[in-house]
């Protein structure tokens, strides 16, 4: 059996449309990582720390561990604490470029595979008016970054070089083709 261990409605999605049976259990462990680690690492072992939670009690199936960080002048930015906090991600990504990571944690048993996928995105120029506005819709609330691409939080950004799935939350086409080898 295939299983996410991720609480994202994304995520699950993206495999849903995908074609893939599995169930979701997501992994409510207490994210802590050493923040000293650069940002793949950092994002790789927040993956890998979802999925062995939940493999740890499912030793014979496939179970998908998933973490996106946006990254900022070194500067890693997860989910916003609250809506200042969001309007502080967004003028700081305001009118530059930052890179997305999201990694990946396949593990089944002993078997661990891990990959990375990374995607570089440039923002608008957006006026604290905008920003207000989009904050006040609660859709950064629960993303890196505090914007989210695939929805209201697409017209911020000005384009990007890489995969937009990246960007969702799960690189799917690498996914699909480590589940193949895995």
């Known amino acids: 059996m295939l299983i996410l261990a991720s609480g ?3 995520r699950a999605k993206l495999l849903k449309d995908a074609g893939l049976d599995f169930i979701v259990i997501p992994s409510h462990l ?3 990582v050493d923040e000293k680690l650069k940002p793949v690492d950092y994002v790789t072992e927040l993956a890998k720390m979802k999925a062995m939670h939940i493999a740890q009690d499912h030793p014979e199936d496939t179970v998908i ?3 996106t960080i946006v ?3 070194e500067q890693i930015l997860g989910k916003p604490i609250d809506e200042e906090d969001a309007c502080r991600m967004l003028k700081l990504l305001s009118g530059d470029r930052h890179v997305v990571y999201t990694a990946v944690a396949l593990i089944r048993g002993e078997k661990i595979k891990t990959f990375v996928s990374e995607t570089e995105v440039s923002m ?3 006026s604290d008016l905008e920003i207000q506005n989009y904050v006040k819709t609660k859709e950064p609330m629960d993303k890196a970054g505090a914007y989210g691409i695939q ?3 697409g017209s911020l950004v000005d384009h990007y070089k890489g995969d937009f799935f990246t960007i969702v939350g799960l690189p799917l086409k690498e996914l699909l083709e480590a589940l193949k080898t895995f």
Do not use: C, I, Q, T
């Open 65 to 67: 561990g998933a973490d």
């Open 8 to 10: 994202s409605p994304r």
């Open 124 to 126: 608008k120029n957006l």
């Open 151 to 153: 929805g209201e939080g």
């Open 30 to 32: 207490e994210e802590v």
């Open 71 to 73: 990254v900022y002048e």
